[in-house]
């Protein structure tokens, strides 16, 4: 498994640009002899495990990493881990997926199993691949279980909702010491981030606002004339979340003048959504992992699960082993602990096609 995830991950795989990482991901369900492989209109990557005449588990992980291709750099292994960007989020998580037509085959299958690598999980790409699934197969199926590389027996059943906005400054600009005085769009968005950042939230529900990335400005010697930033609004309350949504849009727009002229656009929502804790499918994740010895936790997160938990279709997100420095460049995952979260993989899969009514 480690294999694939270094061959994975080495290849950049921004938002809306995983199609070379995707081809190889196709070329491994083809060789794992898979005949029914392909991509779909948007690139997701679709393979199917032939089974008996029960609904299919969709089973998937995201291609996708919130790392540019400028200064990406290959993951490398450290003693007895794997250290990279994305190697945890999620190359790992596509190396399961590879893995499956290997351990699984039709014959022990009471129904199909599709395994699905998506686009556009992280950053802007507002879950359009899982959607574009979940549109596909809807409710026949028995389970959607979505891959995560890290957080092993962390086992998420509902969707934490999200908000994100990119805010937009323009002004005149020009030279910095022939039209100095001019209003900048940079400056205009620092003043806007500032006081975005002095704003109250609350701690129940938890509720966080973060400044991802700041964009713009021509040179150093050079009145900014545009500028952007991008905004990743949660809480574990949706009520909280719109309110805060609301208070942001009245603060950006505050800012507005004759000089400086801002604008605010929503760029993302991901929905809420949960099974409850004693739902078939959540029991048999947690009895999947424990069997194998892993202490589980429960927990709620933004994942592609979100997509389906929103509309009330069986779903859940589960980890493959221990990791951290999520989203840094300094990303790793524990190799030793795999064998256990692939293991709870394979019962949580077998079991998902048996799960009584809720």
């Not at 930033?229 to 004759?258: A, I, K, P």
């Not at 859940?316 to 790793?332: D, F, I, K, S, W």
Request: charged fraction near 20%; proline fraction near 6%.
């Amino acid at each position: 498994m480690t294999k694939h995830a270094l061959e994975f991950q080495a290849i950049p795989a921004p938002t809306f640009e995983e199609s070379e990482r995707a081809g190889l991901v196709l070329d491994a369900f083809r060789a794992a002899g898979l005949e029914q492989a392909e991509f779909d209109r948007l690139g997701n990557v679709l393979a199917r495990v032939p089974g008996g005449s029960r609904p299919p588990v969709v089973l998937s992980a995201h291609l996708d990493s919130v790392f540019a291709r400028e200064g990406y750099r290959p993951a490398r292994r450290v003693g007895d881990r794997l250290v990279g960007p994305g190697i945890g989020d999620n190359a790992i998580g596509l190396s399961a997926l590879v893995e499956i037509p290997h351990h699984l085959t039709g014959d022990s299958l009471p129904g199909d199993l599709w395994l699905v690598a998506d686009v556009c999980e992280e950053g802007h790409g507002n879950l359009r691949g899982m959607r574009q699934i979940v549109e596909r197969f809807g409710s026949n199926v028995s389970a959607y279980i979505v891959l995560e590389g890290m957080a092993l027996g962390h086992v998420y059943h509902g969707a934490l909702p999200v908000l994100r906005y990119r805010v937009e400054a323009r002004t005149q600009g020009g030279h910095s010491w022939i039209h100095a005085g001019r209003p900048s769009a940079i400056g205009a968005l620092i003043e806007i981030g500032a006081e975005l950042g002095s704003l109250r939230l609350p701690e129940k529900p938890r509720t966080t606002l973060n400044i991802g990335t700041i964009r713009g400005g021509t040179s150093v010697n050079s009145i900014a004339s545009e500028a952007s930033l991008d905004l990743d609004l949660r809480s574990e309350s949706v009520e909280s979340l719109l309110q805060l949504g609301e208070r942001v849009e009245r603060t950006v727009r505050s800012h507005g003048s004759r000089e400086v002229r801002i604008e605010i656009e929503r760029t993302g929502e991901r929905p809420s959504g949960s099974l409850a804790t004693d739902h078939p499918l959540v029991r048999a994740a947690l009895t999947a992992f424990q069997e194998v010895g892993v202490r589980c936790v429960l927990e709620t997160g933004s994942t592609d699960a979100s997509i389906p938990l929103s509309l009330g279709l069986p779903a859940v997100c589960v980890g493959l082993t221990q990791g951290g420095n999520a989203h840094t460049r300094e990303e790793y995952v524990e190799i030793q602990p795999l064998r256990q979260g692939f293991q709870a993989l394979l019962r949580l899969i077998a079991g998902a096609y048996h799960l009584p009514d809720p």
